[in-house]
């Protein structure tokens, strides 16, 4: 049990300390109560008030220069995410695949950082909607263009090879079953994609060209004309 008595200036003192109590008044359970501390919910915290007592020191250019900094990074992170979501949706408008798996006896790959291109630009009517003739089952590649970067990707030279070249055909799996196409000494280029889709393009330019195709981009009429009238007009 605690008890507290009371001293020749009136102070309440601890036996135990001979300590004045808070105020002069003994604190709950014989314990002094805590001084100099506001209550929850008083004055700021002293980080907050420091930071604000710095920010009112600075000069005029000072603070303007740190708001301009802020709102550049604030605008190259909105850009940065727009650009982002830009290139997500055209990503996902391509569909991908693989038309190099499975050749055999391709050239020798191109110099670190070169790359060439393929484009085929396919006259199929499939799936094209009206007003684009019909000609079911076909897909011929009325247009061939070879694209080569250089390492530097600051350089492009383009090729059009005429859909009506005669060339040699490499063996192919066929595009519409497991059937092997034959070769062909004297065959119309344009006819490749015919007979074994995207993969036999690449092996008859490569045969051709002696050159090592990286990619290829197949354009059908529907994807040319959404191109065009997302340029504006040719």
Same mark, same amino acid.
């Given at each position: ?90 990503? +996902? ?32 009517? #499939? ?14 590649? #009325? ?9 530097? *990707? ?41 007979? +074994? ?9 490569? *045969? ?5 195709? #990286? ?13 065009? #009238? ?5």
């Amino acid at each position: 049990m605690n008890e507290h008595w009371q001293g020749p200036a009136g102070n309440w003192r601890r036996p135990e300390t001979g300590r004045p109590a808070a105020g002069g008044r003994p604190a709950a359970g014989g314990r002094p109560a805590a001084r100099g501390r506001p209550a929850a919910g008083g004055q700021p915290a002293r980080g907050a008030r420091s930071w604000r007592a710095r920010w009112r020191r600075l000069s005029t250019g000072r603070k303007i220069g740190y708001c301009t900094a802020a709102a550049i990074t604030s605008l190259a992170v909105l850009l940065s995410l727009g650009a982002y979501g830009l290139y997500a949706r055209l990503d +996902g408008n391509l569909t991908v695949i693989n038309p190099f798996a499975g050749l055999n006896h391709r050239p020798a790959a191109s110099a670190s950082g070169v790359l060439n291109i393929l484009v085929l630009g396919s006259q199929t009517r #499939d799936g094209q909607g009206p007003g684009f003739g019909y000609d079911p089952g076909t897909n011929l590649s #009325d247009n061939l263009i070879l694209v080569h970067l250089d390492a530097a *990707h600051t350089h492009a030279t383009i090729v059009s090879i005429p859909r009506d070249t005669m060339v040699y055909e490499p063996a192919c799996k066929s595009r519409s079953s497991n059937a092997v196409v034959p070769a062909q000494q004297q065959a119309i280029i344009d006819g490749a994609m015919n007979l +074994g889709g995207p993969t036999c393009a690449v092996a008859t330019v490569e *045969h051709l060209t002696n050159i090592r195709m #990286d990619h290829f981009v197949e354009f059908d009429f529907n994807s040319f004309r959404s191109m065009v #009238d997302t340029l504006g007009g040719v």
